[in-house]
């Protein structure tokens, strides 16, 4: 039975063969964390929307209430949780759809308040997660932000300093997106550092195909793509597919044996991945 610890022990003889796959076969893009994750559209707020609705859209005057009762707070915090409040108001659509997000209709304009909020903690305040949104929405051209690598990067500048960890990811998205290697891949190893699947990920990939500045290292490759497919609460499933792919493609394979290439299968399948159900298929027969 091929182990990863044998796979990893015939890394001399098989070193060419792998190189050549990684650059060929995987693909090396950043995968990206979901839009819906960054605006906390979690059951919870989704339960509490057509209540939050009914009462805002029935009393117009009701948002001008609410903001100036959040400039009297001058607590950042309650001024940040009444805008992503307004923000669950609107629907997904509308992050991208100018002409809904300038509407007349009172969903458009609870949104629009949401946004001038987070863009005004932001610049003002340097608020962590609404300097987190900023970034994201600047980087995506969401939300009426045109789309603007250089203040995305700012943004998150200011988010991952505070210590903010999907800031610190993202941050690194740019420095890639930008040609700037070194900067990606230090952004990725604190992120990483700080239990950020995505970013472990992304290390795992770059030492798999010699990316970011590092030296192709199946070992570490094998190390990083591991830890982001078995993380205890965000696991990376494209992790175990790339994982087994690579470990197929060494000589030692053994084909018709239950090995560690089915088992990263098997768990990458149970995460949604539809191409790992159809390879472990293949190998299977």
């Not at 609870?110 to 987070?118: A, D, K, S």
């Not at 941050?171 to 230090?186: D, W």
């Amino acid at each position: 039975m091929t182990t990863l610890y044998s796979a990893q022990s015939t890394i001399a003889e098989e070193t060419n063969a792998r190189i050549s796959f990684s650059q060929q076969n995987v693909d090396d893009t950043p995968p990206r964390a979901s839009e819906a994750n960054d605006f906390g559209m979690d059951l919870g707020a989704e339960m509490g929307r057509a209540y939050r609705m009914n009462t805002l859209m029935n009393n117009p005057a009701l948002i001008e209430q609410y903001h100036q009762a959040a400039k009297l707070t001058d607590n950042p915090e309650v001024q940040f949780e009444f805008a992503r409040q307004l923000l669950l108001c609107g629907s997904s659509e509308m992050a991208s759809n100018p002409s809904l997000l300038m509407g007349d209709q009172s969903e458009s304009k609870l949104v629009r308040e949401g946004v001038f909020w987070i863009l005004r903690l932001a610049t003002k305040r340097h608020h962590k997660d609404a300097s987190f949104l900023a970034g994201r929405w600047h980087e995506l051209g969401k939300y009426g932000c045109k789309q603007n690598l250089r203040k995305a990067a700012k943004f998150y500048g200011v988010a991952a300093k505070a210590g903010h960890t999907a800031a610190q990811y993202h941050m690194g998205n740019v420095y890639e997106s930008t040609r700037k290697p070194r900067k990606a891949r230090e952004c990725y190893e604190l992120a990483s550092r700080r239990g950020f699947s995505l970013a472990t990920y992304r290390l795992g990939m770059a030492h798999l195909c010699g990316t970011l500045g590092v030296t192709a290292d199946f070992s570490m490759a094998c190390s990083f793509l591991r830890e982001a497919l078995f993380h205890a609460s965000h696991p990376v499933a494209d992790a175990g597919y790339n994982l087994a792919v690579a470990l197929i493609q060494l000589p030692s394979f053994e084909r018709n044996a239950v090995s560690e290439p089915h088992l990263y299968l098997k768990r990458a399948c149970m995460l949604g991945h539809t191409d790992a159900g159809a390879l472990l298929s293949d190998i299977m027969r």
